[in-house]
């Protein structure tokens, strides 16, 4: 049976989800409440955390910023993307831009918005990568640790299965994700021929990279998420 999304929006505006074959009875419940509740959810987690973060200050600390057209426009995005998230981890991070777009001496509405846009294109593994290069991941052993299956690149070896294979070239893929956001640049590994050739992967078609380090527009972005340390400042 092919659903189109016409007969999908039809299904749902009259509420007749849960006459689809199979799925529509799981799908009606999914659509209704799950989804919905999941968001409010997350939505309160993220109210709640930048209470938090706000810690000591009033109401009144931040009322004008907080009432201002440019911060309600980070802050739809904000929202949009908490009611989205994955993880606590996400929505930590999200608040703590939201803290600092109200804290900051002057509002940087463009330089928010344009790093929720990024934050909107990464996922939580990509995010983790992003935090591994900064100073204050690679001196934080219980970090790199607990991160240390995302992190650690899968090695593609001859004979490997093809899981591993899958698991390596997607590892790789995040990587060059985040190089073409401009959020980290790629050292590209020097040739051994004469005339400067670099090496290509045989696997990706892609130049061999020795390794990647992060870019101002990385470390802005991590700044902005508290996730650097004084010393990346």
Do not use: C
């Amino acid at each position: 049976m092919n659903i189109t999304k016409s007969d999908l929006a039809t299904a749902l505006a009259h509420g007749s989800v849960g006459a689809i074959p199979i799925v529509g009875s799981l799908a009606s419940e999914v659509l209704g409440l799950v989804i919905p509740n999941r968001r409010l959810d997350r939505i309160e987690a993220l109210l709640n955390e930048l209470s938090q973060q706000l810690g000591n200050r009033s109401a009144d600390d931040v009322q004008a910023r907080f009432n201002s057209p440019e911060f309600a426009d980070v802050l739809e995005d904000a929202i949009g993307q908490s009611a989205r998230a994955l993880s606590q981890e996400r929505i930590h991070r999200i608040a703590a831009l939201l803290k600092n777009s109200l804290t900051d001496e002057e509002l940087r509405h463009l330089q928010d918005k344009r790093v929720l846009d990024l934050l909107a294109e990464l996922n939580d593994a990509e995010l983790i990568i992003l935090q591994s290069y900064s100073r204050e991941a690679r001196f934080d052993p219980d970090w790199l640790n607990n991160n240390a299956a995302v992190i650690n690149p899968t090695p593609s070896y001859f004979g490997a299965s093809q899981s591993e294979r899958d698991e390596a070239t997607l590892q790789e893929q995040f990587r060059e994700h985040l190089r073409q956001l401009g959020l980290l640049s790629a050292t590209i590994s020097p040739s051994s021929k004469p005339g400067g050739i670099p090496q290509f992967d045989d696997r990706t078609g892609l130049p061999k990279t020795s390794g990647y380090e992060l870019t101002s527009l990385g470390l802005l972005l991590l700044r902005r998420i508290d996730v650097l340390g004084p010393t990346e400042f």
